[in-house]
Each structure stands twice: as C-alpha cells, then as structure tokens.
C-alpha cells in the first residue's frame, strides 16, 4: 500500500497558497485492509475513508468509464490494480493531476508543474468532457487563480465549446450548479466565474437570465457603459469589493434582470424591469436552491433599487414605506445589505466606480431618526387599529424633521 498526497493541497504547495485541507489516495489497498486499519468509509459512488485520527479523506485510487450522460453516469475501478498514474490521468486539470508520496517525491505525468509555472489551465485529458461538472469547476479557478496570472488554454476552451453544443451541460442538476456558483459568489474574480460560462455558451443554458442581458442597451447617459451585461459585471466587482456577504453579491448579479426582456421598442430606457426582474428571480430560486436570505435581499433590490437611486427626492411618505416594506424596522442588518447592494450598482458603470453615494447615508439617517420614534410609548396612547395608524404618522413626522435638518446642513455646507 502507497499513500499520496494530492490535487489541491499539491497545487496549492508549489503556488504557495496555504491549503485548509489535504486529500489523499491510496494505491494497492481494499475497502477491508482500510478498514481492519481503523479507517471509516463514507463514500457512497466509490470508496473514500476518513483518517482514525486525522479525520482526513482518502480515497483508494480508481479509474472511471462513461456510461451514460450526466456527471453520474460513470463505472469505477477500484482495484488494488490501479496505478496513481491512472488515478491522476481522470483528473479534470493538469494542475489538480500532481501527486507528492510519503518521501516527497512529485508525481507529475501530465506537465501539471509547467503549466503551473506558466499559469494555463488545461485539461488533462479527452476524459474531461465526460463531465459537464468541469465546465463549472473550470470557471471556478479561473476566478479564484485570476489575480495570480492564470489563462484557460484555448484547447480546452474549444472542448467546453464543444460540451455545450453537445448538450451535456442540459445534464447539469440545479443543486449541482447552485453549489458552484454559491462557492464561486463567495470567492474573488466573481465576474471572471459568468464571464466563462459566458464565453464557452454555458451561461445561456445555466442562466439564462443573466445571458440575456448581454447586447441590450442602456441610456449613455446613466450607463457610460451601456451594455446592461457588462453593466451587471462590473456591479459584481463593486459588490465584492463592498461586502463578503453572498445575498449582496447575489442581489447584484440579478438586480437588473428585467432589462433583459424590455421591449424593443422601448430601448434602451427600460420602464418597469424592476417588477419584471422579480417575476424573473422567482423563476431563477424556483429553478435553484438559492437560500431564502439570498432570494429575499435579491428581490428587495430589484424592485427597491431605483428608489434608493434617488433618495434625496423621496418625499417622507415614500421613504418610510421603502423602509418598512424593506422591513428594515425588524430586520435592521438586511437593509444595511440593501443599502450596499444599490451603491455596488450605482458604481457599477464605466468611469463612475469611485463616485459618492450619498443616498446610502441618507437612508441610515432616516432609517434611524424612524426608528427612534418611542412605539411602546405610542401604543400606550392609542387602541387597537389606531396603534399602527399613530406609529406610522410619527415615523413619518421623525423623516420630515430628519429632511429639513439635512437640508439645512447642506446649504451650511
């Protein structure tokens, strides 16, 4: 029995990244002398095995054959037969195809090393279309290594090309898909993740929402940019660089779904896409297992953001109804997400990345001088319906104070 170290960890190593956790595969053994060793198995599809004391995965190395379309339609061998070697040739990439045994010594078959060195992404072998997974995994680093210099070689760009034409992404499952993206929403590069699915032809079948949105105008005057999917991209890359959180950077990949079934007698203004990109997000979180907080803050931004836009105009009456149907008065955190969403679309736009957002403030201040009105003292005063009535007529009155006094700050300034 050999042990080796492999995929990331090994990648990682020669990248210099630290690697939170280590995979390996075991050549020359059974499922049984694992577990006589004291071994746990929890694979279901093949053998995989945790450490008695580490709690880390092993996997006996194996070889797979296509049976049927999808990225479940595959045979294993897991013999004490199968060689590293064979192991690392079912691999998606050259750079997760590298092993590193007990002695340190660095198995390499597939050029994994040099196309590390010289930054490419490249499939290991024909095998990789087998998988419609790939295409995602592929986009995956391509964000996550972007800042590091990585490019997908043309080869396998041609060969996701080629998948989608083929139709093994159709085979992809929801939560399949959802995983991916969640990870990648969560990571760096977001826009490098759906400008690959974009370029192999993925995103119209995995998103196709999103892809619509490509080649549709915006006013030059609003959008310097105009093209609403380069819009939506760059919205993604304020977003990342705003929050971590995922509802926000979620909010800004939907935020202006409607314009990408405007009319075209209309364009390029796009009257009422907010209240058509929410009809739009709700077919998407039917579609996918998007988290309810993500699904919610998405559609809170889609309708609510060209409010936010211009806040400064609002009348009091219209602002406290953004704030409590935002439900900021009980969820406090979320409108603060709300809030970052519309400022990573407001700088989202060519040549305006670094402009102030003054709105954003002006809500908190006016979010605030609300919330400060005393209800419980309200409610003391008042009776049944009369209660809510009396509440909100305060609020209101707190805005219209918080108004005149920016107003006179203003002009002071």
């Known amino acids: ?68 379309p999808g990225y479940h339609g595959f045979d294993f061998d897991c013999s004490r037969s199968v060689t590293i070697e064979e192991d690392l040739l079912r691999r998606d990439l050259t ?125 030059e005057r609003w959008h310097p940019e105009i093209d609403t999917g380069l819009h939506v991209m760059m919205v993604l890359e304020q977003a990342e660089a705003i929050s971590t959180d995922i509802g926000v950077r979620f909010a800004a990949l939907t935020h202006d779904l409607g314009k990408g079934n405007t009319p075209k007698s209309r364009l390029p203004s796009h009257p009422g896409h907010e209240a058509r990109g929410c009809k739009l997000i709700r077919g998407l979180v039917e579609r996918m297992p998007v988290p309810n907080e993500c699904r919610d803050l998405a559609l809170l931004v889609a309708e609510f953001h060209t409010h936010c836009h211009r806040a400064l105009e609002l009348r009091p009456r219209t602002i406290l109804e953004v704030l409590e149907k935002t439900d900021a008065f009980r969820r406090p955190g979320r409108f603060e997400r709300f809030l970052q969403s519309c400022e990573a679309d407001a700088r989202g736009r060519a040549g305006l990345e670094r402009r102030r957002y003054p709105q954003a403030n002006y809500l908190r201040r006016a979010f605030a ?44 300034d």
């Open 1 to 68: 029995m050999k042990i080796y170290l492999v995929g990331g960890a090994v990648r990682d190593e020669q990248l210099g990244i630290p690697h939170k956790e280590r995979d390996w595969c075991v050549v020359g053994a059974t499922p049984e002398e694992l577990i006589g060793l004291g071994y746990r198995q929890v694979g279901k599809d093949f053998p995989v095995f945790l450490h008695p004391e580490t709690g880390e995965e092993y996997a006996l190395a194996r070889t797979e054959r296509k049976t049927s």
């Open 95 to 219: 750079i997760n195809a590298i092993a590193k045994d007990t002695d340190g010594n660095i198995v390499d078959p597939h050029g994994g090393l040099a196309d590390i060195e010289q930054r490419v992404l490249r499939h290991v072998s024909g095998a990789f279309a087998e998988d419609p997974v790939r295409i995602l995994r592929v986009a995956r680093f391509a964000a996550r290594f972007r800042s590091k210099g990585f490019e997908i070689a043309p080869e396998t760009m041609q060969l996701m090309r080629e998948m989608v034409d083929n139709g093994e992404v159709d085979a992809l499952v929801p939560d399949r898909v959802w995983k991916d993206t969640e990870t990648a929403l969560g990571g760096q590069n977001i826009r490098t993740y759906f400008e690959i699915l974009r370029e192999c032809g993925a995103l119209r079948v995995l998103f196709p929402e999103v892809d619509a949105l490509f080649g549709v105008p915006q006013p």
């Open 369 to 412: 001088a609300a919330a400060a009105v005393d209800a419980g003292a309200i409610a003391q005063q008042y009776e049944g319906r009369k209660i809510p009535t009396a509440i909100r007529r305060a609020r209101k009155q707190a805005i219209s104070e918080f108004r005149r006094s920016a107003a006179v700050e203003e002009q002071e």
